[in-house]
């Protein structure tokens, strides 16, 4: 038990320490972060397809083609997420909907804590900083 609380406390502080910083997810950094290009926007019983725009331990932006029903401000909701080391859910509320220059729907998620994700991002951070080091020397 006592490692369980041992970690539990350092996904806690991560969480604490990457929170607002949003990643966008352009292909390099899906690649860095093992991402399969593939989430679900899930409402009630309507799953729809997304792209993932970007990603913080506390959000997310996603592009959707059209509202499924029930898509409003404040609306509660799932997300499936897609990555090489962890399939994994995250529920949260619907922040923000805005058009991008497209005519696309870009859905701003205020999300619950998700401790895979947490792993997802210190990871990402961890392979950006070695990337870094290695274009230096």
């Known amino acids: ?26 292909e390099p950094a899906a690649r860095l972060m093992r991402f399969n290009n593939y989430v679900e926007l899930i409402l009630g019983t309507t799953k729809v397809r997304a792209t993932l725009v970007s990603l913080a331990v506390n959000s997310l932006a996603l592009r959707i083609a059209s509202a499924p029903p029930g ?17 994994f859910s995250a529920t ?32 990402f951070f961890f392979r950006q900083s070695i990337q870094g080091k290695t274009a230096r020397a």
């Open 1 to 26: 038990i006592g490692d369980y609380i041992t970690a539990f406390e350092g996904l806690k502080g991560q969480y604490e320490n990457f929170s607002g910083k949003a990643i966008a997810v352009d």
């Open 92 to 123: 949260g509320k619907v922040a923000r909907l805005e058009r991008d220059g497209s005519g696309h729907i870009i859905v701003s998620i205020a999300i619950e804590f998700p401790p895979e994700l947490i792993e997802i991002v210190d990871d």
């Open 71 to 87: 898509l409003i401000e404040d609306a509660s909701c799932s997300i499936r997420l897609y990555f090489q080391v962890y399939q």
